[in-house]
């Protein structure tokens, strides 16, 4: 609802990255400029926010990401709104990944696509937060200096721990079955 007062001077560019998601769309709008001017990786993940873009301002904060991040139906609103194709896309922002649910996801840059698989949840019992969850721990990934796919295999892993328990946030899990699921 209100714009925030987030100083991007106080972050170091070599230890940062940014998600810009849905949330006051000034913000949004704003956010990849300022990480823009101050060489500050971003990622997008534009959600439910990409009904109120317009395609100058949603290819402009494309331009430059470290990765767009959507889910299947929001690549398609992407495409459409910009009338763009994936492979200029790519161009833009590097990397793309698409989330597709009980399918898994893939990772698209302007070299490769990979296959990552939906983990298996012990027993799926409410999908809400499952992409959150894979945000969660794609940034994990990303933060600890993985590379892209093994942070999407760590994002994979968390959304299905997510989808076991109702609501967003309720579930848990230690190192080990973390890692169980990961390997196993």
Known sequence: KYQSTLDFDKFHPQETIVIVSPG???DMVNYPRDCKARGIDYIF???QSLPMWNSNDLIKVI????????NDYE???IINKTGLKKEALLKMAGTIITTMGESGSQVSTQYNEIAIPAFKAKKVVDPTGAGDSYRGGLISGLAHG???EQSALMGSVC???AVESYG???YSFTPEEFNE???G
């Open 181 to 183: 699921r990961l390997n």
């Open 45 to 47: 993940d534009p959600g």
């Open 168 to 170: 967003t946030q309720e």
């Open 146 to 148: 993985k590379d892209i």
């Open 24 to 26: 006051n769309f000034d």
């Open 63 to 70: 331009e430059g990401c470290r990765l767009l991040i959507v």
């Open 75 to 77: 690549l398609s609103l």
């Open 159 to 161: 959304a299905s721990f």
